[in-house]
Nanobody, 116 residues
Framework: QVHLVESGGGLVQAGGSLRLSCTASGSKFSINAMGWHRQTPGKQRELVAAITSDGSTNYADSAKGRFTISRDNAKNTVYLQMNSLKPEDTAVYYC??????????WGQGTQVTVTS
């Protein structure tokens, strides 16, 4: 199995910043996309940001202008820089990756809590 290890979550005041990171290991195939979803209990998991190996990015409307996703392809690592955090950003953030054979893998999640 592919293992995704996340770090960088925590507790922060509104207006503060956090940087999430995620490293994938154990894949038998090349990874062509990585990104982040978030989920609050009782709600659907939603896309926050994603990036392909060629640098194309996709952001949720709520993340545009505040969050920046980046990737180190050689290390199979993805980062999410989150600035100007709001209480509504509070959620469990899940890293994911997709391989060239269209298999998708998920991390265990990291908690982000933003206080007002």
């Amino acid at each position: 199995q592919v293992h995704l290890v996340e770090s960088g979550g925590g507790l922060v005041q509104a207006g503060g910043s956090l940087r999430l990171s995620c490293t994938a290991s154990g894949s038998k195939f090349s990874i062509n996309a990585m990104g982040w979803h978030r989920q609050t209990p009782g709600k659907q998991r939603e896309l926050v940001a994603a990036i392909t190996s060629d640098g194309s990015t996709n952001y949720a409307d709520s993340a545009k202008g505040r969050f920046t996703i980046s990737r180190d392809n050689a290390k199979n690592t993805v980062y999410l820089q989150m600035n100007s955090l709001k209480p509504e950003d509070t959620a469990v953030y899940y890293c994911h990756c997709r391989t060239v054979v269209a298999a998708t893998y998920w991390g265990q999640g990291t908690q982000v809590t933003v206080t007002s």
